[in-house]
């Protein structure tokens, strides 16, 4: 495989997983500012759609091309803190995200879908216990996207030091 255009897609995948960041913090405002009001089904459908859709995008990606450039360069190693630190780190930080990702965030999120049900039309609100599910989402995505940033910043700043 073309190791640039591999490296291309790398860069893309990062991006739509930095816009993650973006979206999450303005889709969880407006969830927020709807709490028991109509329509505030629609908001948190709308925010664990993009919230899903993103996230499965960028971390698929990442993980595929972050796998390809690692085995297609001799500098770089899984896992090697001696030569890279900087991917050491990042690798690390990903096997934790992924963690996050299948140990808490997909049980939380199929527990907030129940709690809107099917009807997004329905005039009624969720449930408290609803609520603090997705408040924990929220708090699971946030670290997912710290982590994310983090990862940014360690693959654009790794030839500084």
């Known amino acids: 495989m ?6 291309k897609l790398h860069a893309v995948f ?13 889709l969880r405002g ?17 925010y664990l759609t993009f919230a899903n859709l993103f996230g499965m995008i960028g971390a698929t990606g990442i993980l595929i091309t ?18 890279n630190h900087w991917l050491a780190t990042k690798q690390i930080l990903m096997v934790l995200l992924l963690i996050i ?3 808490f965030v997909i049980p939380t999120a199929k527990k907030v879908r129940a ?3 099917k009807d997004l039309e329905n005039q009624s609100v969720i449930s408290e ?20 940033l983090i990862n940014f910043l360690l693959a654009i700043t790794h030839r500084l030091f």
């Open 14 to 26: 990062a991006g739509i997983w930095l816009i993650n960041l973006l979206t999450d913090f303005l």
């Open 30 to 46: 407006y969830v927020i500012t709807n709490k028991n009001k109509i329509g505030e089904k629609k908001f948190i459908h709308l």
């Open 2 to 7: 073309d190791y640039m255009l591999i490296s």
């Open 115 to 117: 709690a809107i049900a």
């Open 66 to 83: 972050g796998i390809i450039l690692v085995m297609n360069n001799p500098a770089y190693g899984f896992f090697s803190m001696s030569s």
């Open 101 to 103: 990702l299948g140990g």
């Open 129 to 148: 216990d609803g609520y603090k599910n997705l408040q924990k989402l929220f708090k699971l995505n946030m670290a997912i996207n710290v982590i994310v």
